[in-house]
């Protein structure tokens, strides 16, 4: 009996030198993987040329997402529009940060710690994402055809929560989200009669699916009559 103990404890005291170091290799902490954004989600680099002359800000200070549609038919004439220059001074023009096709396809056009414009008074705390999306095009400001005509397709709506996911994981400091026309309210003489006053922003409008993003998302939906103007 007791050489049979002995004879195991030999045998546990050989496996222990065998087995702990390959434990102990095993235990080693792996190394970090680097940060990724999740599978579903590429995001295709196309700078706007003169992204550098837009104003640099600290990420830190980045509180708001505010969706859009470009009321434009495709990306390429959005794209045409965000070239476009404005602002004699700066020699800049309008757009996004981000721009989402009807297909999920996501563009960025402005880097995130540039200030783009896309959104009066609250552009410099914000970050603004395009969908790709008729709105009114091309009479926007037409008395008789203020209706917003075409929906947003499913994996347009999906590829901007897996993006604004991203966000948030990316930028703690955000914390609301907004539609263009709930922070632009203001009113503009109609282009076929001039007595009558329309909205000069409607997107994302009605058929933005609001019902299908707030559930997948950590933002608050801004109350926009208790959000003074930034600027
Ligand atoms: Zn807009």
Redesign the pocket.
Known sequence: MQHTMSSLGRTLYISAWIVLPWLLNACQPMPMPLPIPPQSLAIHSDLLPYHQRLQLRSTDEIRMIVI?CTELPDLASARKYGEKIHYADSHTGNSGHFYIDRDGRIEQYVPIERVAH??SDHNARSIGIELVNLGRYPDWHHSQKQRMIESYPEPQIAALIALIQHLEQQLPSLEQIAG?EELDLRLMPASDRADQMVPR?R?PGEHFPWDTLMPDIELKRLDPVAQPPED
């Open positions: 859009h896309h959104v263009h922003k997107d």
